[in-house]
């Protein structure tokens, strides 16, 4: 379980995150979903390390965030960053094969390769797997950094917005990875998502940010409805019930 | 990662080209006493090897934690810092002062001071703002000026006698060193080299950028502290054995990445080192025994460095 407690978090005089409290439970796919600038992905950013714990408490599982040696918590959970401006000469495979190094450090034994070997063959990358990254599309690509994330194989893996730059195929394709990953392997997934209607259709745990603060927690059909929409987003929409997932018509 | 991936072939050849351009600078044109001709010629082969690899290395270090590839060591203005120390110690404390200290001394005391003015400014310059390239660059041009300033300004009001201690670190030339510093200076070098190689899986999980080398467990502003520490001792030995050579790191280590293209340090440490080393052997073997030019060896790397900063520094613009 990640639980945060009383997360403040304050750039200059604007206050992201406002005394915000939150469980994200085990062995479940939560989507993060709130308007631009509600907070997601400095939330994401806090629970990974990314950025400085200001004020408040990150728990994963009996790991509290900040006082955890670095390549300690590297085990037990991965982000894959909003933004990632890699060194396009890397090969897919080569890439991958970073995902090793917190088991690893540089030296692969047979059992790291295998699991590099493994990722690129569940994110549909063999083909791909001795390309340059700038030789292949952003979905393409996308999915060569979820790979990498896959091969660091712990137990928690944060994705902020992956499915930005990819089409529809693409992104169903990872998101049922990720379901997969959840329901086989045991692993939590927590995904700040743009499009609420991804959210809805491959979601256990639906999580609403709104200025700093959560708004709404719950299955998908608890949340997700027009209230909501307008309250979250100011938008008028209305939902749909689709076997017993709720669906915006957009 | 790992060893598997080394372009062997690629660096068999470099290290062939090395081998046979230092066997033509040790015999082409020599005459007279071997024994002398070895002795002479060896400490000066010596002397351009292992600053070529400090400069190649600082370089690639340089490079890798502030996350691009037209920034060097001596753009940022390292080695002109050097020399400006060493002018402010002349002008303050007098050349016989400084001759009290020794030559080892004087050295350990330059490279700690170079240690320190380079935490400060550097370290806090990369930390804060590594990110953007614009004003590392601007930062880094006016460091440069300011420090090249500050020392033709001391040294205009020193006394003519004692800049002779100046002259050898300001200018760089490949065919008056400082001898006496030589050997320790390449023990040093060795040390520094020997330490950047049990790092280098470290280096390129950093290479891959702030987030995900937190991501991957790495420590990154420890590697950041430790690289800078290394950068600033390889500058100061060798800008204190030839004196500063501007471009040189930047034109091989952009080479070694055409050469031999790799994320791995464990292949772009041995490459851009052979290059440097190829460069600086093989070019001065050409200009001093073949066509007999006057014109300093330092003076075509920075004129072809130069024109390669440019190049990049348009590419990067045009994105």
């Known amino acids: 379980m990640i639980s945060v407690q009383n997360l403040t ?3 200059g005089q604007q206050t992201i995150l406002n005394e915000l409290s939150l469980s994200i439970p085990k062995g479940k796919v939560t989507a993060l979903v709130g308007a631009n600038g509600a907070g997601k992905s400095t939330l994401l950013s806090l629970i990974a390390r990314l ?18 040696p670095n390549d300690a918590l590297a085990k037990k959970l991965s982000i894959l960053p909003q933004s990632i401006h890699m060194e396009p000469r890397l090969t897919v495979r080569e890439l991958v094969s970073f995902g090793r190094y917190p088991h690893a450090k540089g030296r692969m034994q047979p059992g790291d390769r295998e699991k590099v070997a493994e990722a690129i063959k569940v994110l549909d990358l063999v083909d791909l797997a001795d390309r340059q990254l700038d030789t292949l599309s952003g979905g393409q690509r996308q999915r060569a950094y979820v790979a990498m994330t896959y091969a660091q194989d712990t137990d928690y893996m944060l994705l902020d917005e992956p499915l930005n730059n990819m089409d529809i195929a693409a992104s169903r394709a990872l998101m049922r990875v990720l379901r997969d990953l959840c329901a086989h392997h045991g692993r939590t997934i927590v995904i700040v998502l743009h499009d609420i209607n991804y959210a809805s259709a491959y979601a256990d745990n639906v999580v609403a940010l709104a200025e700093g603060k959560i708004d709404q927690q719950g299955t998908p059909l608890d949340v997700v409805d027009s209230a909501f929409l307008q309250r979250i987003y100011g938008t008028a929409a209305k939902v749909h019930i689709l076997d017993d997932r709720p669906f915006v018509q957009v | 990662m790992g060893g598997g991936a080394m372009p062997v072939k690629r660096l068999s050849i470099l290290t062939l080209l090395l081998a046979l351009a230092m066997i033509a600078y040790m015999t082409i044109g020599s005459r007279g006493n071997w024994d002398f001709v070895l002795a002479f010629r060896g400490a000066k082969l010596l002397a351009i090897i292992a600053v070529g690899v400090a400069v190649s290395t600082s370089t690639l270090l340089f490079q890798t934690i502030a996350q691009n590839r037209i920034l060097t060591p001596s753009i940022m203005g390292f080695d002109a810092l050097y020399v400006l120390i060493i002018t402010m110690m002349v ?17 350990t005391l330059n490279t700690v001071l170079l240690l320190l003015a380079s935490f400060l400014l550097f370290g806090t310059l990369i930390f804060e703002h590594g990110r953007d390239l614009t004003r590392m660059i601007l930062t880094g041009v006016i460091l440069g000026t300011l420090f090249r300033s500050l020392t033709s300004f001391a040294t205009r009001m020193i006394d003519p006698n004692e800049y002779a201690h100046i002259q050898i670190a300001s200018y760089a030339s490949f065919n008056s060193f400082d001898m006496e510093l030589l050997y320790i200076g390449v023990a040093i070098i060795i040390a520094c080299l020997a330490f950047v190689w049990t790092i280098r899986h470290r280096l390129d999980v950093i290479s891959l950028g702030y987030d995900v080398a937190i991501n991957l467990g790495e420590n990154v502003r420890a590697v950041q502290l430790l690289a800078l520490g290394v950068i600033a001792i390889l500058v100061s030995v060798s800008t204190a054995i030839v004196g500063p050579v501007a471009f040189l790191g930047l034109l091989v280590v952009s080479i070694a990445h055409l050469v031999t293209p790799s994320p791995y340090h464990s292949t772009l440490l041995l490459s851009s080192g052979l290059i440097s080393c190829l460069i600086l052997v093989g070019g001065q073997t050409l200009m001093e025994r073949v066509l007999q030019m006057s014109t300093p060896l330092a003076v075509i790397i920075d004129f072809v460095g130069g024109l390669v900063f440019l190049l990049l520094l348009l590419q990067r613009l045009k994105k």
């Open chain 2, 91 to 107: 002008f303050f404390v007098g050349g016989q002062g400084m001759l009290s200290l020794g030559p080892y001394g004087l050295f």
């Open chain 1, 51 to 68: 950025m400085k714990l200001q004020k408040g408490q990150i728990l994963i599982d009996n790991m509290s965030v900040g006082d955890t």
């Open chain 1, 9 to 11: 978090h304050q750039l």
